[in-house]
């Protein structure tokens, strides 16, 4: 019996050590010196899109306008400004460089509700309908991509129904937001738009919103500033892959209709004492009135919109948009009332929202793997991850984990102090961006040393 129970010990040991044997297999590739750099700066780099010619259409959502830049980073022409007068207007909210059919690209329109269809030479070919032009205000929140069927696939909204209270003073039910949103899926020939699948955008997360006897609104959020969360991307292929925050794997929904699941991928927790905790809440909590602020004196009359920035301020970067709107019924009182995401209807003031904090116990113990925006696919078929931490950081550089279409961690990528991921050209060309907003942001090229290592699909 004593011998049969050490074997056992030994067999649960080795099986518990896999992961960290894997794990130290796992190739850490680092990259070439840049081969050009921008001369130009940029407000902040939403994205960027590789042209067959070399030269990158560039997404400056800072300064609000499309830039041209050629193949050398020299020289750089606007394509789409925000500048009075312009034919084609940027709009006054960030919005994704989708990339479209071929070499070509799509960008929404704000006045119109449309989407400009951009050509591989970057210039502005024609208006496309959007097959749910009220959808376009949500693209800018979330990145954006076309199937391998030329599908539309973005993030839809997080959906609220509450029912208003008929006379002044009346309480109004407790609010639950919903902790995740759907992935939609548009065709542009039927104009039909379907669910694909969920990603979770928060946890832990509590509204509660009364009328008072003035007739305001009051909302009152309970925030989780770590928040365990889901990213998504599609892979150059067609396959939609999403990265799940709670135990850190991939779902793969591939183009043939089959789906698959990846392993759970290696990753670097970090325990967070109470201390921690504490300067989590502290600083989400800064960030989050600074938003709050910003977003109040740029909101519609009548209501209250939690935007990404807000919301990912009070989460760590984790928030999605929100907004309540509470509508009157057919009689003129508030009842029955309708739901979109953030405030209260004309006639009905809003009361400057409440945010409070989950106490210190509710907070999770480790820090969570993604952050929004962690996932991004690159042009060779590869999905890339930027995990909230990790062991291969040398100095406090950044470390991507590369996955490929069968959700199996090949290889990382340690990319310069200071840089980070803008983009992808083809075979294995990154574009990276550094800076600061007080400065600007500048693009650079550069590529892995060696090609870095092959997936195996």
């Given amino acids: ?73 020299a020289t750089s022409t606007v394509v ?20 479209y059919l071929g070499d070509s690209s799509l960008f929404v329109d704000a ?13 502005v070919a024609r208006v496309m309908a959007a097959p749910k032009p009220g959808d376009l205000r949500f693209l800018g929140g979330s990145q954006a991509y076309v199937d391998d069927k030329g ?22 039910a407790p609010v639950q937001p919903p902790d995740s949103a759907p992935i939609l899926r548009a065709d542009f020939d039927t104009r039909q738009v379907d669910t694909v699948g969920r990603v979770k955008l928060s946890s832990g997360t509590r509204m509660n919103m009364d009328q008072g006897p003035d007739g305001k609104l009051q909302i009152k959020m309970v925030v989780n500033p770590l928040q365990t969360i889901d990213d998504w991307a599609v892979l150059s292929d067609g396959t939609l892959a999403f990265v799940r925050g709670h135990d850190y794997h991939v779902d793969l929904f591939h183009p043939n209709g089959t789906v698959s699941q990846g392993s759970k ?64 019924d057919a009689g003129g009182g508030m009842g029955g009332g309708g739901v979109v995401m953030g405030g209260g209807p004309p006639g009905h003031a809003m009361g400057a929202p409440k945010i409070d904090f989950v106490p210190l116990k509710e907070i999770a113990d480790y ?8 996932a991004r696919a690159d042009l060779d078929g590869n999905l890339w991850i930027l995990p909230t931490t990790s062991a291969q950081s040398q100095g406090g550089e950044l470390v991507y984990d590369v996955v490929n279409k069968s959700g199996e961690l090949f290889q990382r990528v340690r990319v310069p102090q200071g840089r980070s991921i803008a983009g992808f050209g083809r075979n294995g060309v990154l574009y990276l961006v550094s800076g600061d907003r007080t400065n600007g942001f500048y693009l650079e090229r550069s590529s892995i040393i060696g090609g870095g290592a092959r997936a195996t699909q």
């Fill in 80 to 99: 789409i400004d925000s500048a009075a007068g312009a034919t084609n207007s940027y709009g006054p909210r960030p919005a994704p460089l989708i990339a």
């Fill in 265 to 328: 991928l290696p990753f670097d927790w970090k325990r967070l004492t109470d201390e921690n905790k504490q300067q989590l809440v502290d600083s989400a909590r800064t960030a989050m009135e600074t938003a709050m602020k910003s977003t109040a004196a740029n909101a519609t009359p009548g209501t209250m919109t939690f935007g990404d920035g807000a919301m990912a301020a009070a989460a760590g970067g984790g928030g999605g948009a929100m907004t309540i709107e509470i509508h009157r």
């Fill in 367 to 374: 820090y969570p793997a993604i952050r929004a925006g962690a």
């Fill in 151 to 172: 599908r539309l696939l973005y993030r839809g909204v997080q959906m609220m129904r509450q029912n208003a209270p008929q006379v002044p003073g009346g309480k109004l």
């Fill in 111 to 123: 006045a119109s509700s449309s989407l400009l269809v951009i050509d591989p030479s970057g210039k």
């Fill in 1 to 73: 019996m004593k011998r049969a129970a050490l074997i056992a010990t030994g067999i649960a040991l080795v099986l518990a050590a896999r992961p960290t044997i894997a794990q130290q297999k796992v190739p850490v590739m680092a990259l070439a010196p840049s081969s050009a750099k921008s001369l130009e700066s940029f407000g902040a780099i939403l994205g960027i899109r590789q042209l067959p010619s070399g030269a990158l259409l560039v997404n400056d959502a800072g300064r609000r306008r499309l830039v041209l830049l050629d193949k050398s980073f």
